[in-house]
C-alpha cells in the first residue's frame, strides 16, 4: 500500500504540465539519439545534460531518463530500416528486423518493435516499483566494504563482457582509474598529479571526458568508416506495403516472448556491467533455442524482433535500480545519469528514496507516462525519424561539434574543460578504432574514487586487515555472486554470440 | 599503428607511476593505505597489462596489421584538424563568432555541392544555438578575447 501511494505521489508530480512538456521533449530527443548511427543514449546523454542546466531537478532528471530509455526506441528504427543499429543494444534486432523488412513486412516489424519496447520498458518499470524499495532496505546494512566490493563487481563484469578483447577493456579501465586519482587527496590534503594547476585541484571532471569519448570520439569514428559518405538509399520503403499493421497471429505467437523478454532483460539490466547489448543477444539466443521455428531465425521470424526488443527495453530499467538505490551506475549511461544527479547536489543511495520520496518516485511515475508517450511517438512519427535519417552526417557531423564544445563550456565556464572534452574525443576515436573500450574508461573514472574511498574507510575500520571482506555476510554474500557472474556470464555471453553469428550467417 | 597507440599509452602510464613512486606515499603516518596506494597499484597494473598487449601485438604477423587506408583518415583528419581550430577560435572570438565561421568552413569543405545551404546552416544552427544556450537555458557561451567589428 505504501508502493501504491508513493506512486500516486509520484504520479501527481510527474503529471504537472512543465514536467509532462520535459517528458515529451526527452522521448522525441531520446528517439532523434537512437535513430542516428553511431549515437547510443551515453553520448545523447552526455552531450544534452549541459542544456538541462536552469531546469528544475525533478523536470530535469525526468527528461534525461527520457532521453536515456528514448533512445533504445529509436535505435531499432534504423536496425529495420536500414540493417544499420542506432546503437549496440540493437544489434540484435537487425537479426531478423531487417529480413522482415526486406520481405515487404516492415510496417509490422516498426509497430511489434514499438510494441515490444513499450511492454519492456512498462514491465521494467512495474519491477523497479516493487524491487527499488527492497533494494534499498537491504542496502541499508552495506558500509564501505560492500560499496567497494560492488565497484568492483561492476567493473569486473564489464570487463568480462568484453570478452576477446578483455586486455583492451581491463587498459581502458585503468586509464579511467588513473585520472580518477587526480586533484586532492580528500583525507590527506596532498595535491596529486596537479603538476600545480588550480584547475586540476578538485580532479578531473566528469562530463568533458565523457562528452569527449561518446560525443566526438564516435563522430571521429563514423567519418573514418565512411558514414559521411553513404547515400540512404538502402532504406527499405516501408509506406508502400499493402498491410502496415500486424497480424493477430504476429501478437499471438509473440506474447509470451515479450513476456520472457522483458524478465531476462530486467535481470541482466539489474547487474552492473552487463547492460542492455548483453540482455539483448541474450534474449534472442534463449528464445532462439526454445521457439518451435528456431531454424527461422534470422529470415524474417517476428519472435527473433521481440524477444532483444523486450528484453533491452527492460535492461535500461533493471539497469535504475542499482543507480537509485545504491549509487553505483552499472552502465555508461547510467554513470551520465549519476553524473547529472551530483549536479544537482543530489546522492542517489540506500536513503534517497527516503530523502528524496518526490524525486525518486517522480521520476519512477515519468517512466511508466514515458513508455505510453514513446509507444504513440514510435508508431506514429516514424516518417519524420526516416526523414531524420536521410539528414547527411556530413551535415550533422559539424553541429554536433558545436553542441560538444559549447555544451561542455556552458557547464562550469572552463575553456580547460572545453579542450580537455576535444582532447578526451581524439583519444576516443582511436580507442574506438584499436578495440579499446570507452564505456569501461568513463564507468572507472566514476567508480574510481568511490572505490578508493570505500576502501581507504574499510581499511581504518578493520585496522589494515583485509579479512573484513569475509567477516561480514553481505561482503561475503557480494563475493560470492560476484564470483558466480564472473563464471557464468562469459559462457551465457559465448551462448548469445555464437546463436547471434548462426541467425547473422542464415540471415545473409 | 595500435604499436604506436600502445606505446604512447605505456609511456604515460611510466610517468604516472614514476609520480606515484616518487611523490606519492604509499601508506599514512598511522599505516592505512596514502595517497599514493592506488595510483601505484594502478600504476604496476597498467605498465604490466600493456606490455602484455604491446608484445602480443608484436608477435602478430604482418598478414594480421591493420592495412593502412589513407582515404578513410583523410576525413576523419581533416575533422580533426577543423575541430582544434574551432577550439583556437572558441577562445578568440568567441561562441557565436567561432561557431559561424567553424561552421562555414566544415560544411564547405564537406558538403561542396550546396553553397546555399551550407551558407544558412552557417548562421543558422548558431544563431540557434545561441538563442537556445544564451537566451533560454541563461547558460554560458565562451565569451570573445578579441571583439570583431560586427
Avoid at chain 1, 508530480?13 to 553511431?38: D, E, K, Q, T
Avoid at chain 1, 513508455?371 to 553541429?399: C, D, E, H, T
Avoid at chain 2, 602480443?56 to 575541430?83: F, H, I, S, T, Y
Wanted: glycine share 12%; hydrophobic share 55%.
Amino acid at each position: 500500500m505504501d508502493i501504491f501511494s508513493d506512486l500516486m505521489m509520484g504520479l501527481s508530480i510527474a503529471i504537472s504540465p512543465i514536467n509532462l512538456f520535459y517528458l515529451l521533449i526527452g522521448a522525441i530527443v531520446g528517439m532523434i539519439v537512437g535513430v542516428i548511427p553511431g549515437f547510443g543514449p551515453s553520448a545523447g546523454l552526455a552531450i544534452l545534460l549541459p542544456v538541462t542546466f536552469g531546469m528544475d531537478p525533478i523536470g530535469a532528471i525526468m527528461m534525461l531518463a527520457a532521453i536515456y530509455y528514448g533512445a533504445m526506441y529509436g535505435g531499432t528504427i534504423t536496425s529495420i530500416l536500414l540493417n544499420t543499429p542506432g546503437e549496440s543494444a540493437t544489434v540484435a534486432s537487425t537479426f531478423d528486423g531487417f529480413p522482415l523488412a526486406k520481405k515487404g513486412r516492415a510496417g509490422p516489424a516498426l509497430v511489434m518493435q514499438a510494441a515490444a519496447s513499450f511492454v519492456g520498458g512498462t514491465v521494467g518499470v512495474i519491477l523497479i516499483t516493487i524491487l527499488a524499495p527492497l533494494f534499498a532496505q537491504v542496502s541499508r546494512s552495506f558500509g564501505p566494504p560492500e560499496y567497494f566490493l560492488l565497484a568492483v563487481m561492476g567493473m569486473l563484469t564489464l570487463l568480462v563482457m568484453i570478452g576477446t578483447n578483455w586486455k583492451f577493456g581491463v587498459i581502458s579501465a585503468l586509464i579511467g582509474f588513473a585520472l580518477g586519482t587526480v586533484g586532492v587527496d580528500l583525507e590527506t590534503g596532498q595535491g596529486r598529479y596537479t603538476f600545480g594547476s588550480a584547475e586540476l585541484i578538485g580532479g578531473i571532471y566528469f562530463i568533458p571526458i565523457a562528452i569527449g569519448l561518446f560525443g566526438l570520439g564516435e563522430l571521429f569514428y563514423a567519418f573514418y568508416t565512411g558514414l559521411h559518405k553513404t547515400g540512404t538509399g538502402g532504406i527499405v520503403q516501408y509506406d508502400k506495403e499493402e498491410r502496415f499493421w500486424p497480424s493477430i497471429e504476429d501478437w499471438v505467437s509473440t506474447r509470451f516472448t515479450m513476456v520472457r523478454g522483458s524478465i531476462l532483460g530486467f535481470v541482466v539490466g539489474v547487474i552492473p556491467g552487463a547492460g542492455a547489448t548483453i540482455a539483448s543477444l541474450m534474449a534472442y539466443s534463449t528464445e532462439r533455442s526454445i521457439s518451435k521455428n528456431g531454424d527461422n531465425f534470422g529470415n524474417g521470424e517476428m519472435a527473433g524482433l521481440v524477444a532483444p526488443e523486450t528484453a533491452n527495453n527492460a535492461a535500461s530499467s533493471g539497469a535504475m535500480i542499482p543507480l537509485l538505490t545504491l549509487g553505483i551506475p552499472g552502465s555508461a549511461s547510467t554513470a551520465v545519469l549519476l553524473a547529472a544527479f551530483l549536479l544537482w547536489g543530489l546522492r542517489p543511495g540506500p536513503l534517497f528514496m527516503e530523502q528524496n520520496p518526490e524525486l525518486a518516485w517522480g521520476l519512477i511515475a515519468s517512466m511508466y507516462l514515458g513508455n505510453m508517450v514513446l509507444l504513440v511517438i514510435s508508431i506514429f512519427a516514424i516518417p519524420l525519424f526516416v526523414q531524420m535519417i536521410k539528414v547527411p552526417y556530413r551535415v550533422l557531423g559539424p553541429s554536433v561539434v558545436v553542441v560538444c564544445a559549447l555544451g561542455t563550456f556552458s557547464v562550469h565556464a572552463s575553456f580547460i574543460e572545453t579542450y580537455l572534452m576535444f582532447a578526451a574525443g581524439m583519444v576516443g576515436f582511436f580507442m574506438r578504432l584499436y578495440g579499446f573500450s570507452p564505456a569501461a574508461l568513463v564507468l572507472a573514472l566514476v567508480l574510481g574514487p568511490l572505490a578508493e574511498e570505500a576502501l581507504r574507510q574499510t581499511m581504518t575500520i578493520s585496522r589494515g586487515s583485509f579479512g573484513i571482506f569475509i567477516e561480514r555476510t553481505p561482503s561475503l554474500s557480494i563475493i560470492c555472486v560476484t564470483i558466480a557472474l564472473v563464471v557464468l556470464l562469459p559462457l551465457l555471453n559465448r551462448f548469445g554470440n555464437t546463436s547471434a553469428g548462426e541467425s547473422e550467417k542464415a540471415g545473409s | 599503428m595500435r604499436r604506436v597507440f600502445l606505446v604512447v599509452l605505456l609511456a604515460g602510464v611510466i610517468y604516472y607511476t614514476y609520480v606515484a613512486f616518487a611523490d606519492l606515499n604509499f601508506l599514512t603516518r598511522t599505516g592505512r593505505p596514502g595517497p599514493g596506494f592506488f595510483p601505484r597499484v594502478i600504476g604496476i597494473s597498467a605498465i604490466f597489462i600493456i606490455l602484455w598487449a604491446l608484445i602480443d601485438e608484436l608477435r602478430k604477423g604482418a598478414d594480421e596489421q591493420e592495412k593502412a587506408n589513407p582515404e578513410a583518415w583523410q576525413d576523419v583528419v581533416m575533422l580533426m584538424a577543423l575541430a582544434i581550430g574551432y577550439a583556437v577560435l572558441l577562445r578568440m572570438f568567441g561562441g557565436f563568432v567561432a561557431t559561424v565561421i567553424f561552421l562555414g568552413v566544415t560544411l564547405m569543405v564537406l558538403n561542396r555541392t550546396q553553397p546555399l545551404k551550407n551558407f544558412a546552416l552557417a548562421i543558422l544552427i548558431p544563431g540557434g544555438v545561441y538563442l537556445l544556450f544564451d537566451r533560454v537555458l541563461n547558460a554560458n557561451m565562451p565569451p570573445a578575447l578579441y571583439d570583431l567589428p560586427i
